[in-house]
């Protein structure tokens, strides 16, 4: 548990921020999961976000750095340190044919400003339920396109305090994957290049997106989306169906019926039971198969994870 000392120090730290103790995590992840973090804290802008950050590292209290929580699984037991939540970083401006986004901006947010100027190459994106900052992160991607295809740059924090900006080679981006991780670095903004298109044709193509997605994911339950990582010359949610699994049920988890690549809380799910769940899942094609399947969603609170310090 984090000393009362070092939460008056945040304190001290925020001008217009949130600062709230013992907040459950359930209200901040899509699976609707999680016990509560010590503190939580949502900087009003970056200068925050880096006061907050270099307080942290300097009282060697671990924390994690968290937006719409879309792709995250935290334990029943919480959080043992500081979730820094972007809520507060989510300006977007348009120039042109490029989009400057804060990192706590929805991606649905920027895809429809897209939308609004006219600008096509962002259709991909517009269903898909994280910000700007984990999508970086993770090189989010749907339907074909990724965000690597639509970066310029990158605004990010370093450990030390020093603000970087990153070219979309300097990120090193592939399948769910970026240097971000590897570096430790916080996302501040990131600038996106799309192109002119008929606003028309880019609203029939976000629709026509957002109804495959209906029809196909279980949308109407809490989940963390795609559960795995696609294994290369494989589909994650067809292995896991012809390993018998759909429909799968540990407690309140369960392989979704609808789509076996997604892990659903049918209704007071506990975090445990979706790791096991995940687990078996793991264990069962790898013992059909002969495949690894490496789980998208990122755990937080586990006695295994690990957090920054």
């Known amino acids: 548990m984090i000393q009362q000392e070092f939460y008056q120090k945040v304190k001290k730290r925020l001008t217009a921020g949130t600062l709230l103790e013992r907040e459950p ?21 970056v200068d925050e976000l880096w006061n907050v950050i270099h307080l942290a590292r300097e009282e060697k209290v671990p924390f994690f750095i968290v937006g719409n929580g879309s792709n995250l699984l935290v334990s029943d037991e919480g959080f043992r ?15 042109g044919e490029v989009i400057y986004a804060q990192a706590g901006a929805l991606l649905s947010s920027v895809a429809r400003q897209a939308l609004e ?7 991909f994106a517009a269903g898909i339920p994280g910000t700007l900052g984990g999508a970086v992160c993770m090189n989010a991607g749907a339907y074909g396109g990724e965000m690597k295809d639509i970066l310029m740059d990158v605004e990010v924090l370093t450990r030390d305090g020093e603000r970087l900006v990153l070219s979309v080679e300097e990120l090193k981006l592939s399948y769910r994957h970026s240097v971000i991780f590897e570096k430790d670095y916080a996302v501040v903004a990131a ?25 196909k994911q279980p949308l109407e339950y809490p989940s963390a989306g795609s559960t795995f990582k696609r294994p290369e010359g494989y589909f994650a949610g067809k292995l896991i169906q012809d390993t018998g699994l759909k429909g799968y049920t540990v407690g309140g988890a369960q392989v979704s019926e609808k789509h076996s690549g997604f892990v659903i809380n049918r209704g007071n799910a506990t975090a445990e039971e979706v790791r096991f769940l995940i687990r078996q899942v793991q264990k069962k094609v790898k013992q059909q198969f002969d495949v690894e399947m490496e789980p998208e969603v990122r755990m937080l609170g586990f006695t295994d994870t690990e957090v920054k310090k």
């Not at 290049?193 to 029809?215: F, P, V």
Request: aromatic residues 4%; hydrophobic residues 35%; charged residues 25%.
């Open 81 to 95: 340190g500081m979730i820094l939540h972007t809520g507060g970083l989510r300006n977007i401006s348009v120039e």
């Open 117 to 123: 100027h006219g600008l096509t190459g962002m259709e």
């Open 25 to 45: 995590m359930s209200k901040h992840t899509t699976f609707r999961i999680g016990g509560p973090a010590d503190i939580f804290v949502q900087p009003a802008d």
């Open 191 to 215: 600038h996106i290049r799309l192109s002119r298109g008929y606003k028309t044709q880019i609203r029939n193509r976000m629709n026509e997106l957002a109804e495959a997605r209906k029809a």
